[in-house]
Every structure is written in C-alpha cells, then in structure tokens.
C-alpha cells in the first residue's frame, strides 16, 4: 500500500495551498480491487485538516470523529453521491482497464472550499489509479473544466457536468457550512508557535547548520523566513520547509541553511501566523570571532575548575576533621590524668 501513502503525502501538500482564513471541505475516497486487509470501499472526511469521520463498506455507515454530536444528517449528500457516482464509476473503470495486477487501487481526492467572507470558492476532484492521476475536474465561478487522457462520451460527459455542478458542488458546500457550525470551536483555535534559530557544527564540512524551527502551532498556515543581514535568503540555498503534524493535532516546520566557518554574516528567522499580533523575529547570537567548536573547550575548562575546587574543598574538610580530632583526643588524655592525680 505504498501508493496510498504517497497519495496521501501530496495531500498534505495540496492542503497547504488553500487561502489562509478560508475553510474546506475534503472527501478522499479510496477503492480497492484484490484481496487486502482493508475495506473495498471506503471515504475519509476532512474539515480544513481535521478529520471528522469515516464512511466504509464493512460498517456501511457513516462514523463522527472527535464529537458527540449526531452528523448523519449532514453528510447524506455524500452518500448519494457515492451510491451514484464514485463506487459505479470505479467499479465501471477498473473494468475498462482490465488490469491483471492486484490489487487494484483508485483514489479520489475531492474538496470544495468557502472563503473567509463566505463566499463559495472552488470545487477540484482528482481521480488517480495506482498513484498517478488520471483525471481532473474544476469548478467556479460557473464553469466546467474536465481534463482525462481518455476521451469521454460527450452525452456522458454532459451528464457529469450538469451533475458535478447541480449536485454535488451546491451539497459540498452546504455540508462545508452545516460542519463549520458543528465543529466552529475546533477550527477556530488559535495555538502560537514555539520558534527558534539553532546552529549545529558540520564535521565533514567544518561549517554548521542554521536551522529555524517553528512548532506547535494551529492551524497549520504559516509563513516561516530566513533572513541573511536582514535580506531573505534565496530559496534555492533553504532546505526543508515541508509541513509536518506533531502528535498533538498542531504542526511543524522547519527551514535550514548551511554557511561556512569563515562565514560573517548575521541571521535571523521570522514567523508570521494567525495567533500571533505581530511579525514573531528571532535572533542568532553567537561571536563570529571564536569558532563555535570553542565552546567545548570553554565548557571543559570550567568543569575541570570545578572538580579542582571541589577537590580543595574536601581536602580542606578531611584536615579539618583530623585536626579536630587530634584536639578532641588530647583535651580527653588530660582529663584523665587530672582524674587520676585526684584520686
């Protein structure tokens, strides 16, 4: 199942690029032909990045996530659409293929958006078999594109049309709205980012890394920027930048730089989100004079300090106490030598 995963992958990357303060409704849709341990059929829902339940063919209903509020009633356009369109239309084209290959996978990715003036916004689905998509359809603003290596009917391609933009774009964003009610309190909170500008030795190279780190946040738009005396750095030099999810629901990312050890320059990171006022800017600080390995010797220098000192001290401590001995041992031979002269 290796291919799901990269399907998914490019969907987290495709859900990065929807506007910030917009919202979207995701339905992926997978059909599977072969003997697996999964369901033939099944439907993830997604609200923004949220998942908020699952549809397969072993339960064959629909299942809330994450709330305890009754969405049946929601999502029934999905299933007309599913019993009319996707699970016939799968079924209809793995047929046509007739791959010999097992299993046999389909995908589909399909969201609709609202904007955050509520407007409606597009409506995109991609279909892809094995991983590569072979078909494409987008709609706004009242009109139709579909683009597919294989030439449609056009009285099927009509049908499809007037159904994509009758039915399903009207139901997707309706349900986008209904779900937006249901669940506004988790797509509206805001949690800050923890940034930070990190530089690591190279060995090999004997430079280092300059990593900028932002974690911890929600939702997952942010704009994250390294800048070299106060000039953004080329994007060609940066690596990284892909959009993680850490365990907690919130996100991660991170943007590296490496620079020589002759390098002067002063670097600093920036991270603009919707739960911060302001622009958040992060300083490196460190003296472009001493080397950064320096700071090991230093470190050792003063540990070594410390265990002289503390030698010393309990040197000092154990002639202490000898002493102190020594004078407890004869004040106690003159007392009996004077108890002894009395009797």
């Known amino acids: 199942m290796s291919k ?14 929807v506007l910030t303060g917009s919202h979207s409704l995701w339905l992926l849709v997978t059909y599977i032909k072969g003997e697996t341990p999964f369901p033939e059929f099944s439907v993830t829902f997604m609200l923004d990045d949220l998942t908020v ?13 994450d709330n305890t509020t009754n969405e049946d009633d929601i999502v029934s ?11 016939p239309f799968h079924v209809a084209r793995l047929t046509f293929k007739n791959y010999t ?8 990715m399909s969201h609709c958006e609202l904007w955050d003036n509520d407007k409606p916004g597009q409506m995109i689905s991609k279909i892809a078999f094995s991983g590569s998509t072979t078909d494409e359809m987008h709609f706004y603003d009242n009109k139709f594109t579909y683009e597919s290596p294989q030439k449609m009917a056009t009285l099927s391609l009509e049908l499809f049309k007037w159904r994509h933009e009758t039915i399903n774009y009207p139901s997707c964003i309706a349900t986008l709205r209904n779900y937006l009610k249901k669940r506004q309190t988790q797509v509206n909170k805001k949690v800050k980012p923890r940034v930070r500008l990190i530089q690591k030795a190279l060995t090999d190279s004997g430079g280092s890394r300059v990593s900028c780190l932002a974690t911890g946040f929600y939702p997952r738009h942010i704009n994250l920027t390294l800048f070299r005396d106060g000039q953004p750095v080329a994007d060609h030099e ?4 892909d959009l993680l999810p850490n365990d907690d629901g919130t996100y991660q990312m991170r943007k590296s730089l490496e620079i020589s050890a002759a390098d002067k320059h002063t670097y600093t990171c920036s991270a603009t989100h919707l739960s911060l006022d302001n622009r958040m800017t992060v300083d490196l600080e460190y003296n472009h004079g001493e080397p950064f390995n320096s700071v090991i010797p230093s470190v050792l220098t003063v540990l070594a300090l410390a265990l002289v000192f503390g030698a010393a001290v309990i040197t000092w401590r154990k002639q202490h106490a000898d002493s102190s001995n020594r004078e407890y041992s004869s004040a106690s031979t003159s007392e009996e030598t004077v108890d002894t002269s009395s009797s």
């Open 4 to 17: 799901l995963l990269v399907f998914l992958c490019v969907l987290l990357s495709a859900l990065t690029t």
């Open 238 to 241: 940066i690596t990284g930048g």
């Open 77 to 87: 356009y999905i299933f007309y659409a599913m019993r009319h369109d996707l699970q």
């Open 101 to 108: 290959k097992s299993p046999q996978l389909y995908q589909v």
């Open 53 to 65: 339940g699952h549809y397969n063919s072993e339960t064959k209903r629909y299942i809330p996530r």
